[in-house]
């Protein structure tokens, strides 16, 4: 559990998917580089007294509901891909993050009261006198809900139904429920509000991308082209984690009735694996042809107005080969980053598509 330290507001107000996102399942009290999986589905990771949300995983997912079972809760847990780690030769790019203080094993909550007393209901009028047989003839109503109604009838016992596992503890049918119900929870600067979290999380992994491809303008200070900026955030637009979400009922589904599930909800990523990967290879293909056949976006503006003036001899044909050589030695550098940027950046999110 993730216990704010922040108070609430007068405004707010607890919403199941904010409740959601408070519940965390993990492995263990362990602060070191620590897997976190919210009931909502958002995965942190906690570094010491620092939580970091980077992505999603599907709550509907064969593997998220593993995850929600503590009898494979740690074996679930191990399966998950690994978030992303920082990109190297560019500045850290800020993903939302919360300071965890503090860690208690056990925080006592109240008993659940399920024998609360309710004061009796004032008799009925009635002008009709009552035989004095009625209690030993057969009611109408199923002796079920003769309590409801006043009836002297003794209801019959029946099985207490096993309670489904939660995300904190299991509870079985013979367990005491009236007994105190203990949960383990850090401490967390403020509140979670997953759409302020859907919004930083894709804002950064954008950033993320442009500053990893324009950090490859290493040949001549050339940039990489805006159009391929623009092509590369189309292709993998589908896996970010969020996706928008319009405040209709159709879109709410299990979170009807939960005005947090407005704005940004979790990204489903229901592509099949065979699918992405064809996908992403034409991307590869058709990005190289495409830089290709645009002429000579990488060569300085200088170098090509010298190709055109200069005579045509042994020594400008020499030039001109060479200036070809390190266009193309760009276009492998910039389809080089483009793939390890995509690789890097949504590698979490194309492994979640196989469970």
């Not at 679930?76 to 860690?103: H, K, N």
């Amino acid at each position: 559990m993730l216990l704010p330290l922040e108070s609430a507001s007068t405004y707010e107000k607890i919403t199941p998917g904010f409740v959601k996102d408070h519940i965390v399942l993990l492995d263990g009290p362990s602060r070191k580089n620590v897997q976190i999986v919210t009931l909502s589905g958002l995965r942190a990771s906690l570094d010491g007294e620092i939580l970091t949300f980077r992505s999603t995983i599907n709550p509907t997912s064969k593997l998220f509901q593993e995850i929600l079972n503590p009898a494979t809760r740690t074996s679930a847990l191990s399966l998950l891909p690994p978030l992303p780690t920082p990109l190297p030769d560019i500045s850290p790019v800020p993903y939302p993050q919360f300071e965890v203080p503090s860690y208690s094993p056990s925080i006592h909550l109240p008993a659940r009261n399920h024998a609360s007393t309710k004061p009796p209901l004032p008799p009925r009028p009635s002008n009709r006198s009552t035989p004095s047989t009625t209690s030993a003839t057969t009611s109408r109503i199923s002796l079920p809900f003769a309590s409801l109604f006043g009836g002297t009838h003794a209801k019959p016992s029946a099985p207490v139904p096993a309670s489904p596992p939660t995300s904190l503890h299991s509870f079985d049918s013979s367990q005491d429920t009236n007994a105190p119900i203990e949960i383990s929870a850090f401490s967390v600067d403020r509140h979670i509000i997953r759409k302020d979290i859907g919004k930083e999380i894709n804002k950064a992994l954008k950033n993320e991308l442009k500053a990893a491809l324009a950090a490859t303008s290493t040949l001549g200070n050339v940039p990489v082209p805006s159009w391929v900026l623009e092509r590369v955030h189309d292709v993998t637009a589908d896996w970010y984690p969020f996706i928008k979400s319009l405040p209709s009922k159709k879109k709410l589904g299990s979170e009807k009735g939960d005005k947090d599930a407005h704005g940004y909800i979790v990204n489903p990523i229901e592509e099949n694996p065979d699918d992405v990967a064809e996908r992403l290879q034409d991307f590869y293909l058709s990005l190289e042809q495409d830089m290709r056949a645009s002429g000579t976006p990488f060569i300085p503006r200088r170098m090509e107005k010298e190709t055109e003036t200069i005579a045509e001899d042994e020594k400008n044909r020499e030039k001109r080969e060479h200036v070809s050589m390190e266009s193309e030695t760009r276009i492998s550098q910039v389809m080089e980053a483009v793939e390890c940027t995509i690789t890097s950046l949504f590698y979490d999110r194309y492994e979640l598509v196989r469970f």
